[in-house]
């Protein structure tokens, strides 16, 4: 169990870095004008969305197999809660892939000040994650 513990919190941590960053991406993003700036922003959003991708899908796996082999965590309210919290997590994630295309494809509507706003989502979504499974408050 230690082990996929382990793994899952790299996984999580490395899909973090994805969450924290790729929003970030899209503040400069819609505050660039020039064609070779906005084209670099294109191939740096969408190679970070892959990278990131790859942390959740390997956070979602450990997460898994860490339940399978104590699904008795199932029966506990913080877990239910954090996973609520990770489904709000992922949702999130794939509302970035819709970014990442508007962007592609030259359509993007929001204004940087939007995308400093949506930055701090994953934020608020980790603390709250970290408290629950630290604490274990109920």
Known sequence: MLWLKAFHVIAVV??????????RLYVYHADTVDSISIERFKIMERRLFGIMTIGAAASVVFGVAMLLTAPLYLTMGWLRIKLSLVLLLIAYHGYCYKLVRDFAEDRNTRSAKWYRLFNEVPSLLLIAIVLLAVVKPF
């Open 14 to 23: 490395t899909w973090f870095a994805g969450l924290f960053y790729l929003p």
